[in-house]
């Protein structure tokens, strides 16, 4: 009997010993009990669990683990439907996901996919849409398969991609010019695009070291490079290319000297920015950038005539802090990747007035700052800048260095260095810096429209309302800057100070978050204090002083609330139980009669009640007082894209119904 008890006590502590060996990573475990739900948790995924599971210790099908982390996961053929899950990008160890041929989508793909993917495959499935922007920041990866999907948009995203061997998109709805970052995939061997509706030439695949290649049934014009035709497998057939020889290149133009241009990969969402407005643009009605400086936001308007502007070359000390030299083969990180563009070491001279406050003294601004910043060197101007001369309106950040506990230059240059690696069409442009007498100035690019809070609260004359497009235009574009500042950067970015002031508007109304980047350097206290900045502090932030990527996804909320009401997100010259935004309208936001009555007057009903429905959703999602309870921002993002596809497809159902005579709303979103 004593022997028997043994026995078991000792079988008891063996499987207890597994299990703890075989534990999965808790992140991994989160990551796929999620994608189990969001699949619709199909019983042909044996030993596959919502809750409480463990994929390594309990073989999963399909999933296989090395140690304690997931390390593939294959299950194409499966019949499985719904979607992948919101938290893929917790998948760190992740190499290779193979979810082709089933019937997952009818939707986009997921922004936040795992990051570190030698091996994705999506092909044969439902996905609709645009091909998400952080497959370009996977530069681990060497098979791309999105093929036999119903995809529309490709970006210009691939010039990290340099590992990448094979690529297939074909049988998809892609058109326009093949993006010119095809160039920069330099080890790609397989390409097919067969069957989309892509046009323009493919002189941009010409110089890859291709071995099969299959172009066929798109709308291709022009000539087959030379280089191409001798490739093993090439596949041409349904384009309308040409036949004969190919015409000479042009002559090449006399060398003349230009700046360099620093390029922004695009991403999806329309982007814009004028840099060279003239002053009587600038003060025209939305003239004014909005707050949410650190000691102030200060503008300098480098005019023709009114303020001399004249930037020259000056000598400058590059300083940075400890980092990765970018120029070494070594996989880089999102957040690191934008570093790679600024090698160019220049130095700008400003002679302006800045708001009430003249310079005593002329500064050097150095434009972008290189990719290794040596604290000891200094440069000749002319070896740097190669007597670069140039004009342009900026608008200038000057922060204080009180913000800086200890060491404020090297600390305003590494901030300087943190904020030049964020790299989005939705953030504002890092244009150049200055760390001189004292000074502690950030040049951006200058929006044209100013900031959303100029729009929604500073009326005069001339102003005009936001219409409601334009206002889910907003929001999207700005929960795609918080997406990728949350969900792209490694480590995430806390932007601590978002709010309509921070979103500046350029031409077209496409936002631009500002102050991105502060998080590590800058008091948690901030400059907060008034009332209407405390109106988007999270009810955590306001009782620890703590932010958080939760923290912001609530600051969104209520910049939501203000593009829904007009309203301040506190006003105290309102009734005391509307003082608050949130406070006020959260308990309304899904009764419908009075979410009507909240609407901007200024819309004068001219918004589409379902898209008003599910903003307001996503809104109460947000801004729940329990920070574990809001949505991440890629979830917000995918809430906002179906809220426009799906009146885009209203829309398409009402033009054919206009088309047979009858009336029909003329509001899109």
């Known amino acids: 009997m004593a022997a028997a008890a043994i026995g078991a006590v000792m079988l008891f502590l063996a499987a207890t010993s597994f299990g703890a060996n075989a534990s999965t990573d808790s992140n991994d475990v989160d990551a796929l009990s999620v994608f189990y739900t969001t699949m619709n948790s199909p019983p042909q995924l044996t030993n596959w669990v919502s809750q409480n599971g463990d994929p390594c210790g309990q073989s999963w099908l399909g999933v296989a683990c090395s140690g304690s982390r997931v390390k593939t996961i294959k299950l194409s053929g499966m019949r499985l439907n719904g979607t992948l899950g919101y938290n893929m990008n917790q998948l760190t160890a992740l190499v290779e996901l193979d979810m082709s041929n089933n019937d997952l989508g009818g939707n986009d793909i997921p922004y936040n996919l795992p990051p570190n993917l030698e091996s994705l495959n999506l092909g044969g499935n439902n996905f609709t849409g645009t091909v998400p922007y952080s497959i370009s920041q996977m530069v681990a990866l060497r098979h791309l398969n999105l093929g036999n999907n119903h995809l529309s948009n490709i970006n210009d995203m691939f010039n990290q991609l340099t590992n990448l061997t094979l690529m297939d998109i074909s049988y998809n709805a892609f058109s326009g010019d093949i993006p010119q970052s095809f160039q920069s995939l330099t080890n790609l061997k397989k390409l097919y695009l067969q069957n989309n509706k892509f046009s323009g030439t493919i002189d941009v695949l010409g110089g890859l070291p291709l071995t099969d290649l299959n172009v066929e049934n798109n709308q291709f014009t022009g000539w087959i490079p030379d280089k191409l035709k001798g490739i093993r497998s090439i596949q041409t057939s349904g384009n309308s290319f040409n036949d004969g020889p190919a015409p000479p290149p042009p002559p090449s133009p006399p060398s003349t000297y230009t700046p360099p241009q620093t390029s922004r990969p695009a991403v999806p969402s329309s982007t814009g920015g004028d840099g060279n407005d003239s002053r009587a643009e600038y003060q025209s009605k939305h003239s004014k950038l909005g707050g949410g400086a650190v000691a102030g936001i200060v503008i300098s308007l480098l005019a023709f005539g009114a303020l001399a502007a004249f930037l020259v070359i000056k000598r ?354």
């Open 316 to 669: 400058n000390s590059w300083r940075m802090s400890h980092g990765r030299d970018p120029e070494q083969n070594e996989p880089l990180s999102p957040l690191a990747s934008g570093l790679k563009q600024m090698k160019s070491v220049k130095s700008i001279k400003v002679i302006s007035t800045i708001g009430k406050e003249e310079l005593q003294k002329t500064v050097s601004m150095s434009l972008k700052p290189p990719t290794k910043i040596d604290l000891h060197k200094s440069f000749d101007e002319n070896d740097i800048t190669n007597k670069f001369i140039t004009r342009k309106v900026l608008a200038v950040k000057k922060i204080n260095f009180s913000a800086f506990p200890s060491h404020p230059s090297d600390s305003f240059v590494e901030l300087v260095a943190n904020i030049s690696r964020l790299n989005h069409a939705n953030l504002a442009e890092l244009c150049g810096y200055c760390s001189e007498h004292g000074q502690c100035l950030l040049a951006y690019e200058l929006y044209r429209n100013g900031s959303l809070h100029d729009f929604l609260h500073v009326k005069d004359e001339h102003s005009k309302p936001l219409s409601w497009n334009n206002r889910v235009k907003i929001a999207l574009g700005s929960a795609r800057a918080l997406e990728y500042l949350h969900e792209t950067c490694s480590p995430s970015v806390v932007h601590k100070n978002f709010k309509s002031s921070n979103i500046l508007l350029a031409s077209e109304l496409n936002p631009h978050i500002s102050d991105s980047g502060f998080a590590g350097l800058i008091p948690n206290q901030e400059s907060q204090e008034s009332d209407e900045n405390s109106g988007y502090r999270a009810p955590e932030v306001t009782m620890s002083g703590q932010y958080s990527l939760k923290s912001d996804v609530y600051s969104f909320g209520v910049v939501m609330l203000e593009l829904l009401t007009g309203r301040r997100p506190f006003d105290r010259s309102r009734p005391r139980s509307e003082q608050s935004l949130v406070r006020w309208a959260t308990p309304q936001l899904h009764d419908i009669d009075a979410l009507d009555r909240m609407v901007d007057p200024a819309l004068q009903g001219l918004y589409p009640s379902k898209s008003l429905s599910r903003f307001a959703d996503a809104i109460a999602l947000c801004v729940q007082p329990e920070p574990e309870f809001r949505p991440p921002m890629s979830e917000v993002v995918q809430s906002l894209v179906r809220l426009v596809q799906r009146a885009s497809m209203t829309r398409a159902h009402e033009n054919q119904t206009r088309r047979s005579g009858e009336s029909s709303g003329d509001y899109e979103f």
